[in-house]
């Protein structure tokens, strides 16, 4: 679905701004980028500032006009700071348009429009597509870099790609907050109510002090590695008991 994605650039002056346009891209899962009448395209700033994703660049397509690079899109959607008076349909919100695009998507290749870095597009190409989108920003100061935009608005895509169920995204997670099992678990309950029998901290039977500090810990949601650490702390006071 998300290959279906297409972002286009119209007329982009700086080169690094093709660079950082691509590593946004690939940061958020998409891989099909069109420039129409680049300045300067290939260049050694777009490679720079592409930091590693040169194969959203190799990959590139340049094309000539804006209907070339959009042709065979069932969507193509303007990003534009000012309302035009066309009455296209306008999403005021980049994750309204997000969800549908997506859904476009699943059918057919889609584009998301950007114009040049000072004036953007022009009304001829906002003709060109089928809706517009603002990013909502401060009134006073609402000023994006290019690659900002396309980061913002590929965020909103893979964001509504990734909340399908079929999009079998998982989320990432560090290895030391693996949850430990219920057998993992039980030694470690084991192991902490004998050393408070062995140490005398039990002494009142009918306290209920092993099943107050079991809810603790089930409250606590120790990781794995926490639970090992703990393990260790209680042998270290276990070795220093009188022998019984």
């Known amino acids: 679905m998300l290959s ?29 980028l069109v420039l129409v009448n680049p300045r300067a395209f290939p260049d050694e700033e777009a490679t720079r500032l592409a930091a590693g994703a040169t194969d959203v660049l190799e990959n590139a397509r340049c094309v000539g006009t804006l209907e070339e690079a959009v042709r065979d899109c069932v969507q193509v959607v303007g990003a534009s700071a000012r309302l ?23 059918q057919a290749p889609v584009a998301l429009v950007f114009g040049r870095e000072r004036s953007g597009l022009t009304n001829d190409e906002i003709r060109c597509c089928s809706h517009q989108v603002s990013i909502p920003a401060n009134p006073e100061y609402g000023i994006l870099n290019l690659s900002q935009a396309v980061q913002i608005l590929a965020y909103e895509v893979h964001r509504a790609w990734r909340k399908r169920d079929a999009s079998g ?9 693996t949850p430990p099992s219920r057998e993992q678990f039980s030694y470690f309950q084991e192991h902490l109510g004998r050393l408070m029998q ?19 810990f089930a409250r606590a949601q120790p990781s794995r ?3 090992s650490l703990l393990r260790g702390l209680l042998s270290a006071f276990e070795a220093h008991l009188p022998k019984q």
Do not use: C, W
């Open 4 to 32: 279906n994605i297409r972002i286009v650039l119209v007329q982009t002056f700086h080169p690094g701004n093709i660079g950082a346009t691509a590593r946004a891209m690939k940061t958020m899962g998409l891989t099909e």
């Open 169 to 177: 995204f998982k989320y990432q997670r560090p290895l030391e907050a």
């Open 84 to 106: 035009r008076s066309m009455p296209l349909p306008h999403f005021d919100e980049p994750d309204e348009m997000a969800q549908q695009v997506i859904e476009n998507a699943s």
């Open 225 to 227: 590695k926490e639970l």
């Open 198 to 216: 062995q140490s005398g901290f039990l002494t009142q039977p009918h306290a209920r002090t092993e099943e107050q500090l079991q809810a603790l």
